[in-house]
C-alpha cells in the first residue's frame, strides 16, 4: 500500500494564480483532510470530507476550495494565490470502518510558496 | 487559551536521559489523547495514543490526567533518533475525526 500521496511536493506560484493539489489514499478511508502548517502556528484544519460527495469547513478555509467526487481522492483548490497562502499544504486521511480507528494517517506534504 | 498547548523547547538532553514534556488542553469534555511525531520536513506520524489508565510503548510513557486536563509524555533512555518535533493531539468532545493539534515540542539528543 503507498498510503496517503500527495502531488505535487513542491510549488512556486505568483499571486493571482491558481492551481490544485491533488491528494490520494488506497486504505479505504472514509474521513479525509486538508491541513496547513506554518512556523508557531500548528497544523490547522482548511477542509475535511467525511465520504464521497460530501466537504465541509474546517478552521482556516478562506481562499480554498475543496472537491471529493471519488472515494480515494481529495482535491485542494486555490483559485487565486495569495502570499498568505505560502505553507506546507499536508492531507490526512483515517477512519477505516472495520476499526473505528480516529488515527489519522498523513501525506509528505506539498511546500507551495506565493511570491 | 489555546484549544491545545505545549512548551516549544527545545530540549536538549544528552543520549541516555529521561525526558518528559506536558501538554494542557482546554475543553475538560475531550475524549481522545495522542500524541504524534513529526521528524524535520516530514509528515506526522502517529506515536501513541492516551487511555485513561496511562500506557507504555517500549521506552515511551503517556498519561492522561483528566482533573488538571494535561496528558504527559515520558521517554527513557533517549536515543539520538528520538530527535523530533512531538504533538500533542486531542479530539473533540464526544468522540470524532476532527483532531486539534498542538504546536509541539521539540527533542534534540545529543551525544
Known amino acids: 500500500n503507498a498510503g496517503v500521496t500527495q502531488t505535487p511536493k513542491f510549488r512556486v506560484l505568483k499571486t493571482g494564480q491558481s492551481m490544485t493539489l491533488l491528494c490520494a489514499q488506497d486504505m479505504n478511508h472514509e474521513y479525509m483532510y486538508w491541513y496547513r502548517q506554518d512556523p508557531g502556528m500548528g497544523l490547522r484544519l482548511i477542509h475535511y470530507s467525511v465520504g464521497e460527495g460530501t466537504t465541509a469547513k474546517g478552521e482556516v478555509p478562506d481562499g480554498y476550495n475543496v472537491s471529493r467526487l471519488k472515494k480515494q481522492n481529495f482535491l485542494l483548490g486555490l483559485e487565486s494565490a495569495a502570499p498568505s497562502q505560502t505553507s506546507v499544504y499536508f492531507c490526512?486521511?483515517?477512519?477505516?470502518?472495520?476499526?473505528?480507528?480516529?488515527?489519522?494517517?498523513f501525506g509528505p506534504g506539498t511546500r507551495l510558496t506565493v511570491t | 487559551r489555546k484549544e491545545v498547548e505545549q512548551d516549544p523547547g527545545p530540549f536538549n538532553v544528552p543520549e541516555g536521559a529521561t525526558v518528559a514534556f506536558n501538554c494542557t488542553y482546554s475543553?475538560?469534555?475531550?475524549?481522545?489523547f495522542f500524541w504524534y511525531r513529526q521528524d524535520c520536513r516530514k509528515e506526522p506520524k502517529l506515536l501513541m495514543s492516551?487511555?485513561?489508565s496511562g500506557n507504555e510503548d517500549g521506552r515511551f510513557t503517556a498519561q492522561l490526567n483528566r482533573a488538571s486536563q494535561y496528558i504527559s509524555l515520558l521517554i527513557r533512555d533517549s536515543k539520538l533518533s528520538d530527535s523530533a518535533t512531538y504533538l500533542c493531539v486531542v479530539g473533540p468532545p464526544g468522540g470524532g475525526n476532527k483532531l486539534t493539534f498542538g504546536t509541539g515540542t521539540q527533542l534534540k539528543v545529543e551525544l
Open positions: 475543553n475538560s469534555a475531550s475524549q481522545s
Open positions: 490526512a486521511s483515517s477512519y477505516p470502518r472495520e476499526t473505528s480507528s480516529y488515527e489519522q494517517y
Open positions: 492516551v487511555y485513561s
